[in-house]
């Protein structure tokens, strides 16, 4: 499965704490073997899956979209607070 990211997702990585990069990575690694995995979301966010996992005690949600049965596309990652705001700017 070919794993494509957006800048977006590449600034936010590189934020981020060892704990929650390994906690990234299992979440990235469960959906890489079963695409569908996550939500699928409607009206303007169509297309869009939500999969969510725990980072410490708090759920943080990864958003990506399934281009082809062969390409998945990371949009964006972190805690739930703004994180649809920020997802529908883009």
């Given at each position: 499965m070919d794993l494509l990211y957006t800048p977006t997702?590449?600034?936010q990585i590189k934020k981020m704490h060892p704990n929650e990069k390994?906690?990234?990575d299992a979440a990235i690694t469960k959906i890489s073997a079963y695409p569908t995995v996550g939500v699928e979301k409607l009206a303007e966010l169509s297309g869009v899956f939500i999969f969510k996992f725990k980072v410490n005690?708090?759920?943080?949600?990864?958003?990506?979209?399934?281009?082809?049965?062969?390409s998945i596309l990371l949009l964006l990652v972190g805690p739930h607070e703004n994180f649809y705001r920020k997802l529908k700017r883009g």
């Open positions: 997702f590449a600034r390994a906690s990234l005690e708090l759920t943080w949600l990864l958003a990506y979209r399934i281009l082809d049965a062969t």
